[in-house]
């Protein structure tokens, strides 16, 4: 109905404002809607044939009389087939046709006190995207024993000479008209022996995860050119003199990493921070946009990674140095294989192996900030790495687990005009069939009685690892989904996304139990790992959202006993009672079997769990009362 305001309403949903009201539309070969709606009614027909010919086999079976009552009963709700629809649209639609259908699904933007603006995408963690950011970093400070990085504290608590000083000043771009050589960091190099122990450490505690300079061509392009003669203690560096200095970077972020796992360093923190400042002053002897090489990729590789281990609050400075690191990159071509330029094998292997490095990162760092990743598969011909020794290690797997399901799964989450529901479970059943090597598997499974954690503590957090990279990529394909079926006033088993909420239930089992199985064989290094607490964090948001939303589903009861198994571990490590209040919802809605929602609101009261499904939100965080005045 035309409501006589030109353009009208009917004339912009039907995408011919520009004509109104007098104007005329020309003929064209078909109309994109409407084989958008007949495309929709296609895959609806096919899912009710397929599911009458499940109802029919099913009821012809002999061998429980009961079956044709029970199978009646799981029918598909007839709303709930309808509205996969605009999911589903076609791909030939175009994008002001499908926008509405899926902005659901935008995710949030925070808004500070003073315009700040922060995006947290449909996928981003459940404590990435928390209302309440700066209470939940405090909380995971108090978990995890680290104090907060003091601002400036390289600047003002580490007494380093005015060169250095300035130096820091150009980081993270570098100097142009090097006022600085490398000879300005001669007497902040230990001794050979003491650098050795330090490297030990460094590749014994800090490469479980990622490895991007493996420790035989540390010691060949590095260590070599920094200690040139085996029989003299002192380093020399007038190798570095001729080339580019950020070897000197890459040696002193080393160090950094190691010092933290050095039990005969009383103040760690403050030895690690001067290490730091020295990785970043020597990084800034030579200007990025200039004299990027390899050693500059793997410093701000390393970089970023000291900041996630280091700094709780370092998310978006993470974020922009990840991008720098993505385009220094691309800068020397890595994303190309290098075989055909004539390089030696081991430069062509430590290329490989510093992409596909990068390339995990930053599948990652996507899916937890739910922001589209820098690099893509479909970009690089770069083989994999070459698998050393009879084994396939965690890094070989990892890096074949990204490209092969890492990467399909972001294409799905990440694409402005949705894909079908179908092709995310075939996604699904892609990640499930990805084989783990024997020694990586953890006792996890309802099959796996044979399985054990590692004595080893490095091969043992690898075994974590595993599970979690695993399941908390099925988390993040399935947790849009889980929430639309849960929030149905239905059984969210019967929802058409039914699929959904078994395997974010079962992922977030799985979660909990890697994190208690290794935090009983290796309590330490488990109990100090973000990367897992944030997992299991998740993993309870989706289990005490079950229960609030669906109190009378069939898993209900044990997702509740999980949540109130699984809540106490973390108060018993941390004053802060963050999932007090979703055990409370759980256990009142589970008491009446009514669901134990929060009206909706706006703000930073909004109900904490509207995140699972990505909703859109616009945030305006209360000030963080722990900051200084």
Same mark, same amino acid.
């Given at each position: 109905?035309?409501?006589?305001?030109?353009?009208?309403?009917?004339?912009?949903?039907?995408?011919?404002?520009?004509?109104?009201?007098?104007?005329?539309?020309?003929?064209?070969?078909?109309?994109?809607?409407?084989?958008?709606?007949?495309?929709?009614?296609?895959?609806?027909?096919?899912?009710?044939?397929?599911?009458?010919?499940?109802?029919?086999?099913?009821?012809?079976?002999?061998?429980?009389?009961?079956?044709?009552?029970?199978?009646?009963?799981?029918?598909?709700?007839?709303?709930?087939?309808?509205?996969?629809?605009?999911?589903?649209?076609?791909?030939?639609?175009?994008?002001?046709?499908?926008?509405?259908?899926?902005?659901?699904?935008?995710?949030?933007?925070?808004?500070?006190?003073?315009?700040?603006?922060?995006?947290?995408?449909?996928?981003?963690?459940?404590?990435?995207?928390?209302?309440?950011?700066?209470?939940?970093?405090?909380?995971?400070?108090?978990?995890?024993?680290?104090?907060?990085?003091?601002?400036?504290?390289?600047?003002?608590?580490?007494?380093?000479?005015?060169?250095?000083?300035?130096?820091?000043?150009?980081?993270?771009?570098?100097?142009?008209?090097?006022?600085?050589?490398?000879?300005?960091?001669?007497?902040?190099?230990? &001794?050979?022996? #003491? %650098?050795?122990?330090? @490297?030990? =450490?460094?590749?014994?505690? /800090?490469? +479980?995860?990622?490895?991007?300079?493996?420790?035989?061509?540390?010691?060949?392009?590095?260590?070599?050119?920094?200690?040139?003669?085996?029989?003299?203690?002192?380093?020399?560096?007038?190798?570095?003199?001729?080339?580019?200095?950020?070897?000197?970077?890459?040696?002193?972020?080393?160090?950094?990493?190691?010092?933290?796992?050095?039990?005969?360093?009383?103040?760690?923190?403050?030895?690690?921070?001067?290490?730091?400042?020295?990785?970043?002053?020597?990084?800034?002897?030579?200007?990025?946009?200039?004299?990027?090489?390899?050693?500059?990729?793997?410093?701000?590789?390393?970089?970023?990674?000291?900041?996630?281990?280091?700094?709780?609050?370092?998310?978006?400075?993470?974020?922009?140095?990840?991008? &720098?690191?993505? #385009? %220094?990159?691309?800068? @020397?071509? =890595?994303?190309?294989?290098? /075989?055909? +330029?004539?390089?030696?094998?081991?430069?062509?292997?430590?290329?490989?192996?510093?992409?596909?490095?990068?390339?995990?990162?930053?599948?990652?760092?996507?899916?937890?900030?739910?922001?589209?990743?820098?690099?893509?598969?479909?970009?690089?011909?770069?083989?994999?790495?070459?698998?050393?020794?009879?084994?396939?290690?965690?890094?070989?797997?990892?890096?074949?687990?990204?490209?092969?399901?890492?990467?399909?799964?972001?294409?799905?989450?990440?694409?402005?005009?949705?894909?079908?529901?179908?092709?995310?479970?075939?996604?699904?059943?892609?990640?499930?069939?990805?084989?783990?090597?024997?020694?990586?598997?953890?006792?996890?499974?309802?099959?796996?009685?044979?399985?054990?954690?590692?004595?080893?503590?490095?091969?043992?957090?690898?075994?974590?690892?595993?599970?979690?990279?695993?399941? /908390?990529?099925?988390?993040?394909?399935?947790?849009?989904?889980?929430?639309?079926?849960?929030?149905?006033?239905?059984?969210?088993?019967?929802?058409?996304?039914?699929?959904?909420?078994?395997?974010?239930?079962?992922?977030?089992?799985?979660?909990?139990?890697?994190?208690?199985?290794?935090?009983?064989?290796?309590?330490?290094?488990?109990?100090?790992?973000?990367?897992?607490?944030?997992?299991?964090?998740?993993?309870?948001?989706?289990?005490?959202?079950?229960?609030?939303?669906?109190?009378?589903?069939?898993?209900?009861?044990?997702?509740?006993?999980?949540?109130?198994?699984?809540?106490?571990?973390?108060?018993?490590?941390?004053?802060?009672?963050?999932?007090?209040?979703?055990?409370?919802?759980?256990?009142?809605?589970?008491?009446?079997?009514?669901?134990?929602?929060?009206?909706?609101?706006?703000?930073?009261?909004?109900?904490?769990?509207?995140?699972?499904?990505?909703?859109?939100?616009?945030?305006?965080?209360?000030?963080?009362?722990?900051?200084?005045?």
């Amino acid at each position: 109905k035309c409501d006589r305001v030109f353009p009208c309403q009917s004339c912009i949903r039907r995408g011919c404002a520009d004509i109104c009201p007098d104007g005329t539309m020309a003929p064209v070969k078909g109309n994109k809607v409407l084989e958008a709606h007949a495309g929709n009614l296609e895959e609806q027909i096919k899912m009710l044939q397929q599911r009458v010919r499940e109802l029919e086999q099913q009821l012809v079976e002999p061998r429980n009389t009961s079956l044709p009552q029970r199978v009646l009963s799981n029918r598909y709700p007839l709303d709930a087939l309808i509205a996969p629809s605009s999911e589903a649209a076609s791909s030939d639609a175009s994008p002001g046709e499908t926008v509405s259908d899926i902005s659901v699904g935008l995710g949030s933007l925070s808004i500070g006190e003073e315009g700040q603006v922060r995006y947290h995408g449909e996928t981003a963690s459940s404590e990435a995207s928390h209302f309440n950011y700066y209470v939940f970093s405090i909380y995971f400070q108090e978990l995890l024993h680290t104090p907060e990085r003091a601002p400036e504290f390289a600047e003002t608590a580490l007494n380093l000479p005015p060169e250095i000083m300035e130096l820091l000043k150009f980081f993270p771009m570098g100097q142009r008209e090097y006022l600085y050589t490398p000879s300005t960091f001669n007497g902040f190099l230990p &001794l050979r022996p #003491r %650098a050795l122990d330090l @490297i030990d =450490l460094y590749y014994e505690h /800090s490469t +479980w995860f990622y490895d991007p300079l493996p420790r035989q061509d540390f010691m060949e392009t590095i260590f070599a050119v920094l200690y040139p003669d085996e029989d003299n203690n002192l380093p020399n560096l007038e190798l570095v003199e001729d080339g580019c200095p950020h070897i000197l970077a890459v040696f002193f972020m080393l160090l950094a990493y190691a010092i933290r796992h050095d039990p005969d360093t009383s103040d760690i923190q403050t030895l690690s921070a001067h290490y730091i400042a020295l990785a970043k002053a020597s990084y800034s002897l030579a200007c990025i946009a200039n004299d990027v090489t390899t050693n500059s990729v793997t410093f701000l590789f390393l970089y970023n990674q000291l900041l996630y281990v280091s700094d709780r609050n370092s998310t978006e400075e993470r974020w922009f140095m990840s991008g &720098l690191a993505n #385009r %220094a990159a691309q800068t @020397i071509g =890595l994303q190309r294989d290098s /075989s055909k +330029w004539n390089l030696s094998k081991s430069q062509i292997q430590c290329r490989r192996v510093l992409l596909f490095e990068m390339f995990l990162h930053d599948c990652w760092q996507s899916l937890v900030l739910g922001r589209a990743p820098a690099l893509l598969i479909q970009h690089t011909d770069c083989r994999f790495p070459d698998i050393i020794g009879n084994q396939v290690s965690f890094h070989d797997w990892a890096w074949r687990f990204a490209a092969s399901c890492l990467s399909p799964a972001i294409e799905h989450i990440f694409t402005t005009i949705p894909m079908s529901y179908h092709t995310l479970l075939e996604i699904d059943k892609g990640i499930r069939k990805f084989p783990i090597p024997a020694h990586l598997r953890a006792p996890v499974h309802a099959d796996g009685a044979d399985l054990s954690w590692s004595t080893n503590q490095q091969l043992a957090m690898q075994q974590c690892c595993t599970v979690t990279i695993k399941e /908390s990529t099925l988390l993040s394909i399935h947790r849009s989904y889980f929430a639309a079926a849960a929030s149905q006033n239905v059984d969210p088993l019967k929802h058409i996304y039914g699929p959904s909420v078994l395997a974010a239930y079962r992922s977030a089992n799985k979660l909990i139990a890697s994190m208690n199985g290794l935090m009983d064989a290796h309590p330490e290094p488990a109990g100090s790992c973000w990367f897992f607490w944030s997992g299991v964090f998740s993993a309870c948001i989706v289990l005490g959202a079950l229960v609030v939303e669906a109190p009378t589903c069939s898993l209900a009861t044990d997702a509740l006993a999980k949540l109130e198994e699984t809540v106490p571990f973390f108060q018993e490590r941390s004053q802060g009672a963050m999932l007090d209040k979703l055990l409370q919802r759980a256990q009142a809605a589970f008491k009446t079997g009514k669901s134990y929602r929060k009206p909706p609101q706006d703000g930073a009261e909004a109900d904490e769990l509207a995140i699972l499904g990505g909703r859109h939100a616009v945030i305006q965080p209360k000030p963080n009362p722990y900051a200084a005045p």
